[in-house]
């Protein structure tokens, strides 16, 4: 099991950006990579982004061209750095291990083998 801690985030406005950061207590177990997903009230969850261990990099369609998921080895976190934010960006974000062949396809099967609490970030316009 992996412990997933989520720090960032909060009220940005429209057009800004904020960054995320998930703390991880070790690597990704075998056959699983690290992402984030979201869920907004009412909503339901939807995937973000992904990262796994051979630097390999994917993002939902909605995010692509804004966000940015990146590893920090020094600190040992995976970050999403996120830019030109929208209202429809107004969500709970979550840092989760999504199996592996996800990071590979480049699309979330929904599953997921731990996450953490969650951080919120809310856009305002």
């Known amino acids: 099991q992996v412990e997933l801690v989520e720090s960032g985030g909060g009220s940005v406005q429209a057009g800004g950006s904020t960054r995320l950061s998930c703390a991880a207590s070790?690597?990704?177990?075998?056959?699983?990579?690290l992402g984030w997903f979201r869920q907004a009230p009412g909503k339901e969850r939807e995937a973000v982004a992904g990262?796994?261990?051979?630097?390999?990099?994917w993002y939902n369609e909605p995010v692509k061209g804004r966000f940015t998921i990146s590893r920090d080895n020094a600190k040992n976190t995976l970050d999403l750095q996120m830019n030109n934010l929208k209202p429809e960006d107004t969500a709970m974000y979550y840092c989760?291990?999504?199996?592996?062949?996800?990071?590979?396809?480049?699309?979330?099967?929904?599953?997921?083998?731990?996450r953490g609490q969650g951080t919120q970030v809310t856009v305002s316009s």
């Open positions: 989760a291990q999504f199996p592996i062949y996800d990071c590979y396809v480049g699309s979330w099967s929904g599953r997921t083998l731990d």
């Open positions: 070790r690597h990704p177990a075998s056959n699983y990579c």
């Open positions: 990262w796994s261990t051979d630097g390999r990099t």
